[in-house]
């Protein structure tokens, strides 16, 4: 079996690039290909803020509507804001909005963003981390306000680590790989024309191989070649060692 993939799209918010977002949608609804999208629930980002804003009713109902035609849903943070430089146990970058933060803080947070969506009827139980960043307090009360998937991590298969699924997320751009599943981010706020046409050429060629995230959860695996995992955690520099130990 050739690798797998899964798209996610980051970022998804009342501001934004409308335009890429329509682009793109248009690209995946043509070849049937069903994304993951991390939606913030109160966006308080002032460098997304920066994009054009559809107000707070066409933005949940047009959620809403990817939803019922089986797009996936992940929290994406709660307000985006970055109020620490902690990396948090993947070390991709220093800004957090969790990492470092008391466990009380945290959950008020992933307790407000969950209450948010519920009140929106947004259905989800997967965390997508802004930056990355997430700490052991994060994944405690992630379980605890019923998030039991994340979409992040350093394995060529989804794995268990503290009672969490998690969905790696090695590469940000999509590329073939002979095994193993992979998730391609999507920032479509800093997208050209030019990339999004990669990803329609890539989806073209490869739409066998695509997967939704839910399907990616079937995956997870106890094959060795995943136990490399464990040492996956600590940087992306481990990630190459441990793709050229293979
Ligand atoms: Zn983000």
New binding site residues.
Partial sequence: MGGKYIFRF??IAPNMDWGNYEYIKSIFDKYDVKPLI?V?PDNQ?PE?QKYAYRDEDYFWNEMRKLQRNGWEIAL??YQ?KYVTKEAGIFGINNKSEFSGLPIEVQNEKIKNGMRLFNSRDIKTDTF?A??HSLDRNTLLVLKENGIHTITDGFALYPYYYEDLLFVPQLFATQRRMPFGIYTFCI?FNTMTKASITEIEDFIKLNRDDIITFSEAKAYATKNPINKLSGTFFKSSLSVKRGLQNI
């Fill in positions: 980051d970022d991390g913030i980002d997304l994406h943070g985006h997508m802004p930056s920032h």
